[in-house]
Every structure is written in structure tokens, then in C-alpha cells.
């Protein structure tokens, strides 16, 4: 594809639900990235994969949080037990390496739950 | 730990003409990536400009330009001839040259008046 895709692009489930985000980075980039932009907020990290390993999960909140990406390409973004403070948009990026190579955003998945 | 402050919440600038964005950033790094991203309504991140930490010559990119001042850990962004286009919100963020993860502002929001 020519950009980062995620879907679902909206998601409303209830507290206490489980939710998967999928993203599918540009083809070829080793690096995807996640990141929670609360409202009015800037973007915050949550973890990162360099091909298949996740080089980075700093950023995970707690253990509710679980990202995979079995075969270096698609990733999926879990979250058990959902609370209401999880609400945000879920941004994914991927790049072709550190350094100075740009991370190309996706659109987000706008996560709500009620 | 490194932090990003942007420190105006809201800007506004008149049609073709010019204005600046500020940044600071704090980081005991000496080799790192500063970069400006544009978010308009529809979610998507895209780069403005990226200034390596090592040059001294501050990048631009047609009317985007920076003032990098590395000692005062400021980097601020100049838009000319603003244009109705310019009207999003503008994060600025910081990359460790040896990390992957973006670490982002609160963000700016620029309307341009017609």
C-alpha cells in the first residue's frame, strides 16, 4: 500500500471488553511504532518493534496493554479488561530504520469506551 | 528524562503573512533529532522538517524554517506566506539518534485568517 493503514478507523466497546488495533505498515519498513494521543494532548510512545522483536515497551502503561508482530509486517495492539481512561486515539507509524529516517504515521484508530 | 514544552496552545496568523512556533526541549544527549510535524482534523502526522542536532545550519524546506539554538535547548518554527493550508496543529518532538521512540509536545494550534 502507499501509507500506513489501521482499522478499525473508529471503536466503541464497553468497559471491561477486550480490543485488538491492527496496523499495517508500510511495505519494507523494519520499525513500527505505537503511540496514545489523548484529546488535546501530543502523541505519547508506547512501544516499538524493530521486525519482529519489540525493541522498546517503556511505554506501556500496565500490563493490559499487549502488542505483537509475529512476522515483522502487520501488528496488532491488544488491551484487556478496556477502562475509560483508555479512550484516545491509538496512532501506529513505521519507518525503514533509526536515525534520521522519517516515521510515517497512519490516520489512527479513535478508541472510545463508554 | 527528556521532556518537550511548547508553550502557546493556540496561534494565529493572517494570510501570507509570516509566523513563529516556539519549542524547548530538555535532554542530556548530544546527538539527537528535533522534528516538526503537522496534524490537521484528519488525524494523519505529517513531517514538516527535521534538524539534526549536529549541524549548525538550522534546515528549511521551501516556507518552513527553524531557528535551532542548541545551547538554550530551543527550536522554534517559522512559517512565511502563511496559508489556509498551514491551519492544523503542530507538535515538535525530539529523537535520541540511538532510540526509535518520538518524544512529542503538547502541541500548537495554528489558525490562519483569510
Known sequence: ?114 | AQTVTQSQPEMSVQEAETVTLSCTYDTSESDYYLFWYKQPPSRQMILVIRQEAYKQQNATENRFSVNFQKAAKSFSLKISDSQLGDAAMYFCAYRFNQGGKLIFGQGTELSVKP
Open chain 1, 1 to 114: 500500500g502507499a501509507g500506513v493503514s489501521q482499522t478499525p478507523s473508529n471503536k466503541v466497546t464497553e468497559k471491561g471488553k477486550y480490543v485488538e488495533l491492527r496496523c499495517d505498515p508500510i511495505s519494507g519498513h523494519t520499525a513500527l511504532y505505537w503511540y496514545r494521543q489523548s484529546l488535546g494532548q501530543g502523541p505519547e510512545f508506547l512501544i516499538y518493534f524493530q521486525g519482529t522483536g519489540a525493541a522498546d515497551d517503556s511505554g506501556l502503561p500496565n500490563d493490559r496493554f499487549f502488542a505483537v508482530r509475529p512476522e515483522g509486517s502487520v501488528s496488532t495492539l491488544k488491551i484487556q479488561r478496556t477502562e475509560r481512561g483508555d479512550s484516545a486515539v491509538y496512532l501506529c507509524a513505521s519507518s525503514s530504520g533509526l536515525g534520521r529516517n522519517e516515521q510515517f504515521f497512519g490516520p489512527g484508530t479513535r478508541l472510545t469506551v463508554l
